[in-house]
C-alpha cells in the first residue's frame, strides 16, 4: 500500500496541498478567494465535509471527508485542475508584480511532470492521511489551527481569518465546517 494512497476514499483525511516551488500565491486575497469559491463548490456539489481547514501562502491544510457517490480521490484531482488554472488564468490576466516569475516557476516545474502540458500549479501529492480516530482527528485539526501562528502570522489562531479556527471558538468562518469536538465518540 502507498503512503500517498487515499485507500478509503469516505473516512475522513488530513490533507495538505502545496505549490509547486512554495510560491506564496495565497498571499493575495484574489487567489484565495479562488480556493474558497472552489472548496464551497466541493461542499455543496461533490458532498464534501470539511472539519477544519487553513490557507496559508502557500499551502492549504483540510480535514474533510466525500460521501458516496464521489470520490476523495476524484474530487481532489477535479479541485486542483480547475483551481490551477484559475488561478493561472487570473496571473495572466490581472495585474501582478510577479506574474512573470509565477509563469517561469509553473513552467519550469511542469517540464518534470508528463501529465502537464505548460504549467504545473500544485505539487502532486495531498500527503493524504486517514483519519482512524478522534485524538489523531484533534490533533490534526490542533496542527492546522496552530499553523498560522506557527508562522508568526497571528498571535491567537481564531485571529487568522482563512481558517476555521474562528469556529472552533463558536464564531462563523468564511466556509461551513462540521464541528469535531472530544466529547464526540
Known amino acids: 500500500m502507498s503512503a500517498y ?3 478509503d476514499q469516505h473516512k475522513p483525511h488530513f490533507l495538505t496541498l502545496t505549490t509547486v516551488g512554495w510560491i506564496d500565491v495565497f498571499s493575495r486575497a484574489i487567489y484565495r478567494d479562488i480556493i474558497l469559491e472552489s472548496l464551497r463548490f466541493c461542499q455543496i456539489h461533490r458532498q464534501m465535509t470539511i472539519n ?3 490557507i496559508m501562502s502557500n499551502h492549504l491544510h483540510l480535514v474533510a471527508r466525500i460521501d458516496p457517490p464521489y470520490s476523495l480521490s476524484d474530487t481532489l484531482r477535479d479541485f486542483k485542475k480547475f483551481t490551477a488554472n484559475q488561478i493561472i488564468k487570473s496571473i495572466k490576466q490581472l495585474p501582478e508584480s510577479r506574474k512573470d516569475w509565477l509563469l ?3 513552467i519550469y516545474h511542469a517540464k518534470f511532470n508528463d501529465r502537464n502540458r505548460i504549467h504545473q500549479f500544485w505539487q502532486q501529492n495531498n500527503c493524504p ?3 482512524n480516530n478522534l485524538g489523531f482527528c484533534l490533533q490534526k485539526i490542533n ?3 496552530e499553523n498560522p501562528v506557527r508562522a508568526g502570522l497571528v498571535t491567537e489562531r481564531h485571529h487568522y481569518y482563512p481558517s476555521s479556527a474562528i469556529d472552533y471558538t463558536g464564531g462563523k468562518g468564511l466556509l461551513p465546517v462540521e464541528i469535531i ?3 464526540m465518540v
Open 52 to 54: 477544519a481547514w487553513v
Open 5 to 7: 494512497k487515499i485507500h
Open 129 to 131: 492521511k486517514e483519519i
Open 104 to 106: 517561469q516557476v509553473m
Open 143 to 145: 496542527y492546522i489551527h
Open 181 to 183: 469536538s472530544a466529547s
